[in-house]
């Protein structure tokens, strides 16, 4: 049965950072390309980032690239997403899925306010 947990969210100052974490189970994370996306309220889901089955694969959007960093831990079977310098705009609800889309996680809120 393949689980995502997502943590890490919460409430931010602008220009702060955070490191969301997904904990992936029934399948490992160095055999599938994982994904980060978000949605802010009122906006359609954005896929931000990926890793691909070769950790050297990564892959950013415009809005996140230079900030954002993904990652992930064999022994651990986790993927993470270290956010530096956040902005007001990236607000959301931020998910863990899997490449193909099939698998998500419930999300975790990142809230970037003074």
């Known amino acids: 049965q393949v689980q995502l947990v997502e943590s890490g969210g919460g409430l931010v100052q602008p220009g702060g950072s955070l490191r969301l974490s997904c904990a992936a189970s029934?399948?490992?994370?160095?055999?599938?390309?994982v994904g980060w996306f978000r949605q802010a309220p009122g906006k359609e889901r954005e896929r931000i980032s990926c890793?691909?089955?070769?950790?050297?694969?990564?892959h950013y959007t415009e809005p996140v690239k230079g900030r954002f960093t993904i990652s992930r831990d064999k022994a651990k079977n986790m993927v993470y997403l270290q956010m530096n310098s956040l902005k007001p705009e990236d607000t959301a609800v931020y998910y863990c899925?899997?490449?193909?889309?099939?698998?998500w996680g419930q999300g975790t809120q990142v809230t970037v306010s003074s």
């Open positions: 029934g399948f490992r994370v160095d055999d599938y390309a």
């Open positions: 890793i691909g089955i070769s950790a050297a694969r990564t």
């Open positions: 899925a899997t490449g193909s889309r099939r698998y």
